[in-house]
């Protein structure tokens, strides 16, 4: 145990506990974006200019004690990231990110050995647990190249764009996907000239499965979110012979489940992403009487809320992912435009779309962790990149078949 001694008042020789209040506090305001932490100290923590990530000593003690005091209240605005170095916290490996984002918060550790590592000993009201890593690496996969086809192309952490790699599974277009069990990915339902419901499920090294029954009705042109925190992802809206809004959930080991009676209004070729904690939001496309701009947003739980009247340029054929860890951007489509969603679900006036456009029936990504990228659409095979601040980079140029009506989410938590 590490720790300052405070009294000794009955003057006892042997091995002296460290006092309740025997931590050493480091005088110096800590104001910068990163801090080494040691054991037996506590820190005053300003965050008013910028976030602050904590990693904690590599090495500790049963008993070792950290104090970290939120100085100015400014944690809800920038908040303390902890890197347990190694070591577990609450039980989970270092992988996990750990977040504290409450203004005021006093966070108090104490180590307690090897399984479960640094535990908060403070109000369990204000000790927020950690969240699985997000998904690193994407893939895009079916489509129509000419011929309707099944090829897929990865996307590594950096946004780079793998050359075509051979189909696996039923050749078809306008499928949705979604990323489920946290690294791994899901292709269902699309169009051969029929509408199907088979899936292909995506491990996490990014192989395609060979086709799976699906369930509920065959269509094609919905689109698809993770939710919640335990890996569960939903597919709904799309266009089953007409416009419909129903949806299937998928279940965190790629399950399909039955069609769920729909909510909002029924439309195809829109696009979906998560935001927030563990929700999502599936916008515009197009309805029986034309473009729409319409939202509904997904709950914690897969409930698809009624509809919210929309914002910018109606249109359809566009996609949306999820960049900077908790918000959303919708893209491309005819009339192209973009449009970006905030942590909370509100969806941004348009802003001029960059690169090639319009472009229908494109398809886009998470990766990196907190990026995105866009891909193909109307026989293109550029990509755009989007940045963790929500800025749409320029053309990159084609790598692979050039494509429409494909689809794409992250797999894999490895960079």
């Not at 969240?131 to 086809?149: D, R, Y």
């Not at 780079?160 to 990323?179: E, K, L, N, P």
């Not at 597919?235 to 080991?253: D, E, H, K």
Request: net charge negative; hydrophobic share 35%.
């Amino acid at each position: 145990m590490s720790g300052i001694v405070q009294n000794n008042t009955v003057r006892s020789s042997g091995t002296i506990a460290v006092a309740a209040s025997g931590l050493n506090w480091d005088s110096a305001v800590i104001t910068g974006s990163t801090l080494s932490a040691e054991a037996g100290n506590g820190y005053f923590i300003n965050t008013t200019s910028n976030a602050c990530t904590i990693t904690l000593p590599s090495a500790a003690a049963a008993g070792d004690q950290i104090v970290f005091m939120d100085y100015a209240r400014t944690w809800g605005t920038n908040k303390i990231i902890i890197d347990s170095n190694g070591l577990n916290y609450q039980g989970d490996d270092d992988s996990f990110t750990v977040e504290y984002n409450t203004s005021g918060e006093t966070l108090d550790i104490v180590y307690s050995g090897a399984t479960k590592g640094w535990i908060p000993q403070n109000d369990d009201t204000v000790a927020n647990p950690g969240v699985a890593p997000v998904t690193q690496k994407g893939i895009f996969a079916f489509g129509n190249t000419g011929p309707i086809t099944n090829i897929s192309s990865l996307v590594n952490s950096s946004g780079v764009i793998s050359a075509d790699v051979s189909g696996v599974g039923t050749a078809r277009q306008q499928c949705m996907s979604a990323t489920y069990g946290g690294d791994t990915a899901i292709f269902a339902y699309g169009t051969t000239g029929s509408f199907t419901n088979i899936r292909n499920l995506v491990n996490n090294s990014g192989v395609v499965a060979a086709d799976a029954t699906g369930a509920g009705t065959p269509k094609s042109q919905g689109a698809g979110v993770a939710y919640g925190s335990a890996g569960q992802a939903v597919i709904a809206f799309g266009n089953s012979g007409s416009y419909t809004n129903t949806s299937n959930l998928v279940s965190n080991t790629g399950v399909l489940g039955s069609d769920v009676t729909g909510v909002g209004s029924a439309r195809g070729t829109c696009g979906g992403a998560g935001y927030g904690d563990g929700l999502g939001i599936i916008g515009y496309g197009y309805t029986p009487s034309g473009r729409t701009a319409i939202t509904n947003k997904i709950s914690s739980s897969g409930v698809v809320a009624t509809d919210t009247s929309g914002v910018g340029t109606v249109r359809g054929g566009l996609d949306c992912a999820s960049y900077g860890g908790d918000k959303a951007i919708f893209a491309y489509g005819d009339p192209a435009s973009t449009n970006l969603v905030s942590n909370t679900g509100v969806v941004a006036a348009d802003v001029s779309s960059v690169g090639t456009y319009p472009r229908e029936g494109i398809g886009a990504t998470n990766y990196g962790g907190d990026k995105a990228i866009f891909f193909a659409g109307s026989g293109s095979g550029v990509s755009n990149l989007v940045s963790n601040s929500g800025v749409v980079a320029s053309d990159t140029a084609a790598v692979g078949s050039v494509r429409q009506n494909v689809t794409g989410a992250g797999y894999s938590f490895n960079a």
